[in-house]
């Protein structure tokens, strides 16, 4: 059996992934979307999801930052108008769209999680983190992120 190579890739032209976000995409600051750009997508994808998440808060299934669904194949660029141009989803701050890095003061370095998912079928409404992985994971094609981190 051959190796599957993965072609979806996620990057950022604001910071390489293990750096540092900046102070303008925290929640408390500008509360901006840090610009992310998407290729590779597999020709048999029929939609993006993108989902922000941070595993090391201090919670049983760790944040989520960013739900974003319905995003166009042909998408490269998920910019600071993602939450206008497609459909945000619920995030742990009890609102939708982008809610950016707040750590507890303190706690250390958190790690952002950018992930983008090719999917074989598009998402209905708007689930959140475990909702949208429960019942669209076996429609992911390829997966791939980039992570950012942040501190207070």
Known sequence: MGLNIQDLAITSSQFQSGDRL?????NDRDNVAPELTISGVPSDAVE??????????????????WTL??????????????????????NGFGTQGYGGPQPPD?????????????????????PDRET?????????????????????
């Open 48 to 65: 993006l999801a993108l989902i922000c998440h941070d595993p090391d808060a201090p919670l049983p299934f760790g944040f989520t930052h």
């Open 106 to 126: 303190g706690h250390g370095p958190h790690h952002y999680y950018f992930w983008v998912y090719a999917l074989s079928r598009t998402v209905d409404g708007k």
């Open 69 to 90: 669904y319905n995003i166009p194949t042909d998408t490269t660029t998920i910019g600071i108008d993602a939450d206008e141009r497609f459909n945000p989803g619920p």
């Open 22 to 26: 900046t102070d303008a995409n925290a």
């Open 132 to 152: 949208f992985l429960r019942e669209y994971g076996d429609a992911i094609i390829e997966q791939n992120r980039i992570v950012g981190v942040y501190e207070r």
